[in-house]
């Protein structure tokens, strides 16, 4: 009898032990589906300031987190070496991402150097690419911006003003556009246009001394920019030359807020980047859902003023992280 017992006893043991062991096999093989299962989303931007890329990070991870992705933003060491930002994207390809979020440094190049690779992985694009054709490109309408800033410029200043135009960064299709729409508001109903850009024995100096130097060889009323990267090194050049300027800019930064508020800027327009990095990445992780739901959707961007930045609209848009 008491060998039958202990005999019952083993065979029980030996049970519980397989269905332990099963059950660790199950749970193990469920964890590493779900590893699999999560893809990694890399969004790669130019520059090296990360903090100029917060809100359209925090867009992008509120989709990442609610679709259980992860997100990798990786920055630049420079703003505009083609080189870097291609052996960024061939890293993260070769880590494994399964979808790219690109603020390219230069448009066609990245797009082009992008296409060659013929990825099997979706590719958005933010800020305008306008050779993205079957590409996503999440972007503002960036003509517009301009052609408004230039109507807003016609509006508030005198038919015979001096306007100096920073042409910088225009290898962005976003820059560029800008730039285009500007002027051709402008165009017939300002006194002079001055125009700053750099020649070959300008190509290597740093934005704000390159800037620095145009402001002390000729005098002008207004000083238009068209990106962040210029328009923090103007507000630097004008700081460290103890000036002060009339600054139009299209930028999001928290100094040209800053500035906003000093008035050193006159007009800001601030582009909607929290909603460029959400649609990025809902297009790549959920692509059918996007294109139905925001595929028609415009990124919204706002004239501010000092008068009008505590309005609610705007201070939606330039605090989006304040309670």
């Known amino acids: 009898m008491k060998r039958l017992y202990e005999s019952k006893s083993l065979i029980v043991m030996i049970i519980l032990l397989v269905v332990f062991l099963l059950m660790t096999v199950y749970l193990t093989d469920t964890d590493t589906k779900k590893e699999k299962e999560s893809k990694h989303v890399s969004m790669i931007v130019y520059g090296d300031d990360a903090e100029r890329w917060e809100n359209m990070r925090e867009g992008a991870l509120l989709v ?85 800033l230039g109507e807003e410029i016609v509006q508030n200043e005198s038919d015979i003003v001096t306007i100096a135009i920073i042409s910088e960064n225009t290898e962005r299709d976003c820059v560029a556009l800008r730039e285009k729409g500007l002027r051709d508001a402008i165009e017939g109903k300002v006194g002079k246009v001055i125009n700053w850009s750099r020649d070959e024995y300008k190509a290597n100096v740093n934005t704000r001394m390159f800037i620095q130097k145009e402001i002390v060889s000729e005098a002008t009323d207004v000083i238009v920019a068209f990106d962040n990267t210029t328009t923090d090194a103007l507000l630097d050049a004008l700081e460290n030359l103890n000036q002060t300027g009339k600054i139009y800019s299209i930028s999001t930064s928290n100094k040209a807020v800053y500035n906003l508020y000093n008035q050193q800027i006159k007009s800001l327009e601030y582009p909607d980047e929290f909603s460029m990095g959400y649609l990025a990445a809902m297009h790549v992780l959920d692509s059918t859902y996007a294109k139905g739901k925001y595929g028609h959707r415009k990124i919204e961007y706002r004239m501010v003023r000092k008068e009008n930045m505590y309005d609610e609209e705007n201070q939606t848009l330039l605090f989006p992280f304040v309670n």
């Open 64 to 148: 990442c987190e609610e679709k259980g992705a992860d997100l990798n933003m990786l920055t630049m060491l420079s703003e505009n070496d083609t080189a870097e930002q291609e052996e960024i994207i061939d890293r993260e390809i070769s880590g494994g991402a399964d979808a790219l979020i690109i603020a390219p440094c230069n448009s066609s190049k990245i797009k082009e150097y992008v296409s060659g690779k013929r990825l099997r992985i979706p590719v958005v694009y933010v800020e305008t690419v306008e050779s993205a054709f079957a590409d996503i490109n999440i972007a503002t309408d960036d003509y517009e911006m301009g052609y408004k």
